[in-house]
């Protein structure tokens, strides 16, 4: 099948997204052309569920082709996002003597492409990295340089912005998820959708069996509209000032959920599922989007297997103090993605929280029912 290759225009750091099957063997062909000469240092950050997968293939093929290459694998989940790991990290790239030329491969999902990144970011004052994602979640967290450990108040709150050198992606390794993990990628995708692309959307619904089969036509094609989606975002507002926080549509009470469960019993595709509708019930019930929005949304989602209803015993209080501490939050007050429509979504500030409590205290109660 073609390789399909798209831009994240953005300038002298602009970089290519790379998308097919078999990419792990031309990974040292994508660096020569991105300019990185065989004397540089290599360091492949992978966690101990890709390892036997992939990172001999990955490390064979670099050492081959004539690269130096270190390696170094971490626990897997959301767990590897602390700053215990991150110190691990960093002391197994200073052993490794890389210097300033060197270059982090960030081979893994998201957590993997997260914690790489900041490790490239703040090694030395930053080095370049290259997200090698083998998760569909991973299309998302790859691309657009947002890259974070977790602190145990709240997700992502230790990052920076540090862009790739090029993002590589192997659609062959998707087929080693287990098929929770494939649901949880496609909470992204659909996202991506929503947000901008009500075709896009029409589309996922129309091709729910062949993308839940991983069939190479269908979700290659998947992949490259969402990573449009977001490239076309990221080139208009790089460090999110204003238009990129669209792309955390369901994030904010997502992200809640996954602190207040020590990002264990949710993964991130399954808690933004959930976030997503409530947004768009929240949308529904602030007269922002017309009725029928959440219905069509939460409808798509468990189509992929993903979850819509609360998430357990978690008290929205609880949920609502998490989500104060938000990014995107200003000065204590909520600042929320709800859509107007499907494709089309606004950053509304200033949120009556007695109505975002309403509606996360409606749905544990339908949850009980």
Known sequence: MEQRTLQVDLAERSYPIHIGPGLLKEVPDFLQAA????????????????????????????????????????????????????????????????????LLLALGGGVIGDLGGFVAATYMRGIAFVQVPTTLLAHDSSVGGKV?????????????????????YDTDTLHSLPKREVSAGFAEVIKHGLISDENFVTWLENHVDRLKALDSLFISEAIERGCAVKARVVAQDETEQGLRAILNLGHTFGHAFEALLDYAKLNHGEAISIGMGLAAELAERMELAPNGTARRIKTLLQSFDLPVSWPG??????????????????????????????????????IEESLVLQVMQDAREEQTT
């Open 313 to 350: 015993s978690l008290s929205p209080r609880d949920v609502l103090d998490v989500m104060r501490r938000d990014k995107k939050s200003v000065a204590g007050k909520l600042v929320l993605v709800l859509p107007r429509a499907i494709g089309r979504v606004e950053i509304v500030k200033n």
């Open 35 to 102: 300019g990185v000469e065989r004397s540089r240092k290599l360091f492949v950050l992978t966690d101990e569920n890709v390892a036997p997968l992939y990172l001999d293939t990955v490390c064979s093929t670099l050492a081959a082709a004539g690269y130096p290459v270190a390696s170094c694998v971490v626990e897997a989940g959301e767990q590897a996002k602390r700053l215990a790991v991150y110190e691990q990290v960093m002391t197994a790239a200073i052993e490794a003597g890389l210097d300033r030329k060197s």
């Open 148 to 168: 974070a450990i977790n602190h145990p108040l709240g997700k992502n709150l230790i990052g920076a912005f540090h862009q790739p050198l090029a993002v590589i």
